[in-house]
């Protein structure tokens, strides 16, 4: 671990200087995704059921579907600078090894995050879809979609999929911290299956199917999440066992 004492001032400091890195980034990727906004709407038209068309029913609609999927898009880009300023910042009160570990973490948490988003996308989006024109259909209407609110719906599901695909992670970096321990898990598992399944009724439409299908996999992160927490502890355990012995032969 680096010897390094700091004044708070400086820890503040350098926290705030870290912080407007992340956000130029953001912003900056705002302006990317922006750009490229209209060929994802295009695309994801394409994904579309044959029977549903894109309305608009406001001015601002355009610019609001723009601006959603240019928040998405610099979500993605600002994931891993945002991971980066985390770690510099932990840094100097990480041992070498632990500093090498975390840093390998930084491309794993932009591809678990893109896989919550393609799990929201092909498998909990097209089925909610489905339920919700299948409804429409017994009820002998006609499906007239807006743009805004349709995207804004797949958002509102994606999106929060995406961030708790993160969760592992976050486990796994707070636990090597020494922040967590598998103790505190499990003793909060009970309230953490109640806020998922709370999550899971606020993110998808009111009927059990859809909450169920958005909550088991949301448990199940939960538990891989408290099993790498555990083998990672050990692991700590062990490492400080080891040290702790290197040390008592040597003095």
């Known amino acids: 671990m680096e010897d390094k004492t700091q004044p708070v001032t400086e820890h503040l400091g350098e926290l705030r200087r870290r912080l407007i890195w992340v956000i130029v980034v953001f912003v900056l990727g705002l302006v990317v995704g922006f750009v490229f906004a209209a060929d994802f709407v295009h695309w994801l038209k394409q994904q579309m059921p044959a029977n549903v068309t894109m309305h608009v029913f406001s001015p601002a609609e355009p610019l609001r579907v723009y601006m959603m999927f240019a928040f998405v898009i610099s979500a993605v880009i600002t994931l891993p600078v945002a ?23 930084i491309p794993f948490a932009v591809i678990l995050f893109c896989l919550g988003l393609l799990f929201g996308f092909y498998v909990i989006f097209p089925y909610l879809i489905r339920f919700m024109t299948g409804l429409s259909a017994a009820l002998g209407t006609t499906e007239t979609f807006g743009i805004y609110r349709y995207f804004g719906f797949m958002f509102n599901i994606v999106f929060p999929l995406g961030l708790f695909f993160e969760l592992p992670l976050v486990i796994l970096f707070l636990t090597r911290l020494r922040i967590l321990r598998p103790d505190l898990l499990r003793r909060g598992r009970r309230a953490a299956y109640l806020g998922m399944v709370i999550l899971s009724a606020v993110i998808t439409p009111p009927d059990l199917v859809s909450n169920i299908l958005v909550s088991i996999p ?14 990672l502890y050990r692991r700590i355990q062990k490492e400080d066992e080891a040290r702790e012995k290197t040390w008592l032969e040597e003095s």
Request: charged residues 15%; glycine residues 2%.
């Open 218 to 231: 949301l448990i199940l992160l939960y538990e891989i999440s408290l099993f790498l927490c555990t083998w």
């Open 83 to 105: 991971f980066y300023q985390l770690w510099a910042f932990v840094k100097p009160g990480l041992t070498k090894t632990e500093q090498r570990i975390t840093l390998t973490y």
